[in-house]
């Protein structure tokens, strides 16, 4: 069976994480590692988060020095990953039960590298669906529109490097999946909804300002495009 690495960046979720963590842990399909990378210089949550993990060995808790943000936390999970493949979610979002198994197989049976599945907006009690109704993306895709959520996706190891993330507040995994695809490998879609995303009112996922400074630097900074070319997708 194959090794899934999952990694999940930690920073003042307390009141949500525990049903992250067991959304991984009750998982069907069983051969994965936990990486949860504690990003808080305040240990505060540190000791209790240990609790919630009782010794269990299927995760590790890796305790950054400085506070990195969440795209440099995942880089540090990329590093310290075992498995051949790569999933990632965030401290507040959940996963369905067959997620994993889900995915794998559609990965495995289409020789995929890169895939993404639908997931649900959770905001109090209302609930979004969120859904692609492409097969796939491509670069040139992906810079009209993200519709990838970063707790839906898992990725062949092989095809990423440690430094897959960028200094972002925001639009952090916009950067990466944009890196990816720029290698000419394809974001193909299992149209299934298989997370919830659910709203919290710090999360930096929230602030629209933010996202759209750190969109528009993706653009500019990462894809090295002019500022008129980087507003233009910016507006678009």
């Not at 943000?69 to 051949?84: C, D, H, L, P, T």
């Not at 979002?93 to 020789?111: P, T």
């Not at 916009?174 to 009112?201: C, P, Q, R």
Request: proline fraction near 1%; aromatic fraction near 14%.
């Amino acid at each position: 069976m194959q090794l899934i690495t999952v990694i999940m960046p930690y920073y003042k979720k307390i009141a949500h994480v525990k049903r992250a963590i067991n959304s991984v842990l009750n998982q069907s399909y069983k051969n994965y590692e936990l990486l949860i990378i504690y990003d808080d210089p305040d240990t505060n949550d540190f000791d209790h988060l240990k609790k919630i993990i009782k010794n269990n060995i299927k995760i590790k808790l890796i305790r950054n020095h400085q506070n990195l943000g969440a795209g440099y936390s995942r880089n540090v999970g990329i590093k310290n990953s075992n498995g051949e493949i790569i999933s990632f979610i965030d401290s507040d979002d959940e996963w369905h039960h067959q997620k994993i198994e889900k995915q794998l197989n559609f990965l495995n049976e289409n020789n995929y590298n890169f895939i993404f599945c639908n997931y649900k907006k959770k905001i109090n009690e209302k609930i979004i669906t969120v859904e692609s109704n492409v097969k796939y993306l491509d670069y040139r895709n992906l810079l009209l529109s993200c519709d990838i959520g970063l707790s839906t996706v898992m990725i062949k190891r092989n095809i990423i490097d440690i430094d897959l993330f960028p200094n972002l507040k925001t639009q952090e995994d916009f950067a990466a999946w944009l890196k990816i695809t720029k290698k000419n490998f394809l974001a193909y879609n299992l149209n299934e909804n298989l997370v919830t995303w659910h709203f919290t009112k710090n999360s930096l996922s929230s602030n629209f300002f933010q996202k759209i400074v750190d969109a528009f630097k993706v653009y500019r900074n990462y894809e090295k495009f002019s500022f008129i070319k980087s507003l233009f997708f910016l507006i678009i």
